[in-house]
């Protein structure tokens, strides 16, 4: 069959590989000139398998007065008069129920360690390098209370294959002797030592790069989508740039423009942009390098995660719902500076925003955090949508999931958690 994969983020992207791997002709569409130029460019980089628990939590109840008016607040609410930020919130606010937030674990544990695999079986196949690192991670709660608290979810994650320990700051030093700088105390942490991390742009460049060596490829780069084709309930072609792309079927995977897509297809997609901000600071000398961490870290007071991409760091944080602001505020970049120079002072010069690559981007979610793989109402368009916060952790087992599926073949993993429902 010719596939036509809408989108070159990393979902996309991988879609593209293993559905070329299956035997397809692929052709890869995307409005920039390289892959991964969106969302999947400046991310927090963290392959974070064991930490899947969704946004939608009941402790969301108590903080909405901190998300709507607190001006520290990591995440923040602008209300709109936008009748789909209302509806994703009433279905975000349904799912914030201890009963769905276990399920959606469960089913997010269960992808996640597919993807694990699968990214190791593609590095195997295809020797790509994206900085990828496997020294573990670690999450600092900033008081006992939550540290505390952390011991419930560790239990319930452990009868479903995590393997996490809870530490305490000495232990956290000794992991990470980086943090013997910090300028702040820390009540302990949970050490994940399974978990890794990756440059998801480098990646995304470097597959499409292999890709482009095969004959049945074709990256059609440069070409915003414009316009659809339909035919009997079906998709026949989209018109991108000055080209129209014919196939037998279509891929959704535009991240946070899929739900335009959708709706221009005649359904409806429960997603919403949560914009976040990161920056990356150079490592430039071995005293900057020596002052930063090796392993990822989360900072759970301040929400804002780390990951050591070679002689760089990548500092990532907030949430914000704002629709498509792709501003980006000098206090949202001050803020993940001061994250830094309070936790790994001396790793870097952070005197000059500009030249941190400052960033945004908008995590394509769904109200409960579950992406959505699979069928929709139109029967050649496939879904791969919806990652939110875990898109670069989650692609791999996902593209696997949706060339199955497309096939009609037994899947790897139960699909039916991700399957859409108009
Ligand atoms: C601050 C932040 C930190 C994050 N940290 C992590 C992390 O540590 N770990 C993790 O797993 N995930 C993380 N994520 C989430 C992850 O980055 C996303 O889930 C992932 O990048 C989504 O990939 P995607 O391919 O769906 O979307 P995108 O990467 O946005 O790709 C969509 C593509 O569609 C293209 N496109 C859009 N409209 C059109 C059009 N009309 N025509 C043609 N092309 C079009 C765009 O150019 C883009 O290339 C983070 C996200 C943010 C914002």
């Known amino acids: 069959m010719h596939i036509c994969v809408l989108g070159a983020g990393v979902i996309g992207v991988t879609s593209a590989y293993r559905l070329l791997e299956a035997g397809h002709q692929v052709t890869l569409v995307d409005a920039a000139a390289l892959p991964g ?18 946004l939608a939590d009941p402790s969301v109840w108590s903080h ?13 609410l602008r209300p709109k008069m936008d009748p789909a930020q209302w509806r994703w919130l009433l279905k975000f606010l349904a799912a914030c129920n201890t009963k769905r937030v276990r ?25 790509l390098d994206f900085q990828y690192r496997s020294a573990g991670k670690l999450v600092m ?28 700051a000495a232990r956290c030093v000794e992991i990470e ?62 018109h991108a740039g000055q080209e129209q792309i014919d196939a037998d079927a279509f891929v959704l995977a535009l991240g946070s423009a899929s739900a335009d ?10 997603l919403y942009p949560l914009k976040g901000y990161s920056i990356t600071v150079p490592l430039i000398d071995s005293a900057n390098q020596a002052a930063a961490p090796q392993v990822s870290i989360t900072d759970l007071a301040k929400k804002i995660v780390y990951a050591r991409l070679g002689e760089r760091l990548r500092v990532a944080g907030r949430v914000e719902l704002v629709g498509m602001d792709r501003s980006i505020p000098a206090a949202a970049i001050d ?14 010069d952070l005197s000059d925003s500009a030249s941190l690559s400052p960033w945004s981007g908008f995590r394509p979610a769904t109200p409960s955090g579950v992406p959505l793989i699979g069928a929709t109402p139109v029967k050649n368009l496939y879904l791969n949508v919806g990652h939110g916060s875990l898109g670069w952790t989650l692609a791999h087992g996902s593209a696997t999931l949706l060339t199955q599926l497309i096939a009609g073949r037994a899947t790897a993993i139960d699909a039916s958690p991700f399957s859409f429902s108009a």
Not at 155 to 165: L, V
């Open 37 to 54: 130029s969106e969302t999947s460019l400046g991310n927090g980089a963290q392959l974070s398998y064991s930490y899947v628990a969704p």
């Open 64 to 76: 909405w007065p901190e998300y709507l008016f607190g001006a520290d607040s990591p995440l923040t």
């Open 103 to 127: 399920q959606t674990t469960v089913d997010l544990l269960r992808l996640a360690f597919f993807s694990r695999e699968q990214l190791q079986q593609l590095t195997q196949a295809v020797p």
């Open 141 to 168: 709660y900033g008081d006992a209370k939550g540290l505390d608290s952390a011991r419930k979810q560790i239990a319930f994650q452990a009868e479903h294959g995590c393997q996490q320990q809870i530490i305490d």
């Open 177 to 238: 002797p980086a943090l013997a700088n910090a300028k702040r105390d820390w009540a302990g942490g949970v050490y994940t030592a399974s978990e890794e991390a990756g440059d998801c742009a480098l990646f995304c460049r470097q597959l499409v790069g292999a890709m482009s060596q095969q004959s049945g490829f074709r990256f059609a780069h440069s070409q915003r989508i414009h316009q659809l084709e339909m035919r009997n309930g079906a998709l026949t072609a989209v």
């Open 261 to 270: 897509f959708a709706r221009r297809a005649g359904f409806s997609l429960p």
């Open 335 to 348: 803020e993940l500076k001061r994250g830094v120079s309070e936790l790994f002072p001396g790793c870097g």
